[in-house]
């Protein structure tokens, strides 16, 4: 399942959702831009996981709960919480960060 959240109500998401794959864009970034419909199609691919964008720019309570630094970042959460981030323009490290939930 992918949703775009348009208000910093992540938190919120996160918490009532067991497994959680974020992608932190903003409207500026390029690699963001590229990186959507991929992320989109993974999201179909992956079962037993939600997959939400959000823009970290103006959702700034949002992109604290995975210390957002640099765009496009993934971030990973169970049961509520963060488990690991990762900042690519790349499918591997993406499908890596979200193996490593998945196999814990």
Same mark, same amino acid.
């Given at each position: 399942?992918?949703? =775009?959240? /348009?208000?910093?109500?992540?938190?919120?998401?996160?918490?009532?959702? /067991?497994?959680? @794959?974020?992608?932190?864009? &903003?409207?500026?970034?390029?690699?963001?831009? #590229?990186? %959507?419909?991929?992320?989109?199609?993974?999201?179909? =691919?992956? =079962?037993?996981?939600?997959?939400?964008? +959000?823009? &970290?720019?103006?959702?700034?309570?949002?992109? %604290?709960? &995975?210390? @957002?630094?640099? #765009?496009? !970042?993934?971030?990973?959460?169970?049961?509520? %919480?963060? @488990?690991?981030?990762?900042? !690519?323009?790349?499918?591997?490290?993406?499908? =890596? #960060? +979200?193996?490593?939930?998945?196999?814990?």
């Amino acid at each position: 399942m992918f949703l =775009e959240l /348009k208000e910093d109500v992540l938190k919120e998401y996160v918490e009532e959702e /067991k497994d959680v @794959v974020v992608q932190f864009s &903003a409207s500026w970034c390029g690699n963001c831009r #590229l990186m %959507k419909p991929k992320f989109k199609k993974l999201s179909g =691919e992956t =079962e037993n996981f939600r997959f939400v964008m +959000i823009d &970290a720019e103006k959702n700034p309570e949002s992109r %604290k709960m &995975a210390t @957002v630094d640099n #765009l496009p !970042t993934f971030a990973t959460f169970k049961d509520g %919480k963060f @488990v690991n981030q990762v900042q !690519t323009n790349k499918m591997d490290p993406l499908k =890596e #960060l +979200i193996d490593e939930v998945t196999s814990n």
